[in-house]
């Protein structure tokens, strides 16, 4: 990965975390290490896979060369972080078993901690170890969920990026004010971008917006799309906590949203009214940052442990709580969602449209 690759230059030392060692598909999970029964049937030597140390263990100091190459001091503590999504959970406390988080960046994560490994029997969901010695994690990747409103905004909103510039706000606060104008289901238009996670076929449709209304262009335009792109992300994270709720035999009472995407004031609510639940922001939202430094500070003993400093460190913006009669028409909308998703899928399948995105050997 290439954060050992980081710690490598930095250090000398050849080593790597369980939370990112274990998205290698080489870990046995349950021993946060190398499987080596995995390692054989893939004919690999066992001298290539680094020596495994937990996050927040102090791996050596700076290197020589290493402080020449960047102005670090001799002496520097070199810390074992941990993978981006796991560190995140880290900066906004979610070390306790259930918690349930949605990561709002270019990427989303639908997320739950676990005291033992779960295994998806139907390889949709993957799991891989936290960052936190003695606990796992599972998750749903949404493709580009953010990526797509940065695209939007580029691609049709330069009078936005214009105006925001003038008024000195965020372009995404203009089209997040004209997109809350707009009712739940966005007007009839379906977005079609990321699809639930399912790794046996790990493909997405061809991005789309369906079902314009051309008779009424003021109820079908620029607000209605951009608030579709928006559901479109919460539809995925519902997706991908349904099928966590089912392998892990609990139901989510409250999720915490972090990231960029939970930035903005209508998104937020759109994942609260699409859940049905309680959405929480933390006043840090760039927690994968703060994670990392949570890991520096307890190999350096500023903190006595990464467990606690997270609950301790985490501290909150507001509470959102879902609008009931938005959430019985979203449910009704997400089925609808699924159909048409899954019918855009097979035109992929076909060859008839290019999809967002494929994995290898899908």
């Known amino acids: 990965m290439i954060s050992d690759w980081i710690i490598y230059k930095l250090s000398g030392k ?3 975390d369980p939370s990112a060692g274990s998205s290698s598909d080489l870990f046995q999970l349950s021993k946060r290490t190398w499987s080596n029964e995995i390692i054989e049937w893939c004919g690999l030597p066992n001298r290539i896979f680094p020596d495994v140390l937990e996050p927040g263990t102090v791996v050596g100091d700076v290197t020589t060369k290493a402080c ?3 102005g670090l001091t001799v002496n520097t503590k070199v810390v074992m ?3 981006d999504t796991q560190l995140a959970l880290i900066g906004v406390g979610a070390v306790d078993t259930y918690c349930s988080t949605t990561i ?9 901690v676990t005291e033992k490994p779960l295994i998806d029997p139907k390889m949709r969901l993957r799991t891989l170890c936290h960052a936190v010695p003695g606990q796992w994690m599972t998750e749903g990747i949404g493709f580009y969920c953010g990526l797509t409103t940065r695209w939007f905004r580029d691609a049709f909103c330069q009078h ?3 105006l925001a510039e003038k008024e000195n706000v965020d372009p995404y606060y203009l089209l997040e004010k004209q997109a809350a104008e707009v009712p739940p289901g966005s007007n009839g238009i379906i977005p079609i971008f990321s699809d639930t996670m399912n790794a046996k076929r790990w493909m997405h449709a061809a991005p789309s917006f369906i079902q ?4 009424h262009p003021n109820k079908s335009g620029k607000k209605e799309c951009f608030r579709a792109i928006e559901e479109s992300a ?3 994270s519902l997706g991908h906590m349904k099928i966590i709720e089912t392998i892990a035999h609990h139901k989510t009472k409250e999720v915490v949203f972090c990231g960029g995407a ?3 004031f209508l998104w937020p609510q759109i994942l609260a009214d699409v859940f049905g639940i309680r959405i929480k922001v933390p006043i840090v939202k760039e927690s994968t940052a703060l994670g990392a430094a949570i890991c520096a500070g307890a190999g350096t003993g500023i903190f006595h442990d990464i467990k606690t400093a997270g609950k301790n460190l985490t501290r909150w913006e507001r509470t959102l709580e879902p609008n009931q009669n938005n959430h019985e028409e979203y449910q009704a909308l997400f089925k609808k969602w699924n159909q048409v998703y899954n019918q855009m899928l097979d035109m992929v399948e076909e060859g008839i449209l290019q999809p967002m995105w494929r994995a290898a050997g899908t």
């Open 104 to 112: 709002g960046g270019t990427f989303w994560q639908q997320t739950v």
């Open 81 to 83: 972080g941990g993978a």
């Open 212 to 215: 314009f209304d051309i008779e």
């Open 14 to 16: 050849f080593v790597t």
């Open 160 to 162: 936005e990026k214009e």
């Open 68 to 70: 020449n190459e960047t």
């Open 234 to 236: 919460a539809y995925v």
């Open 262 to 264: 939970s930035k903005g």
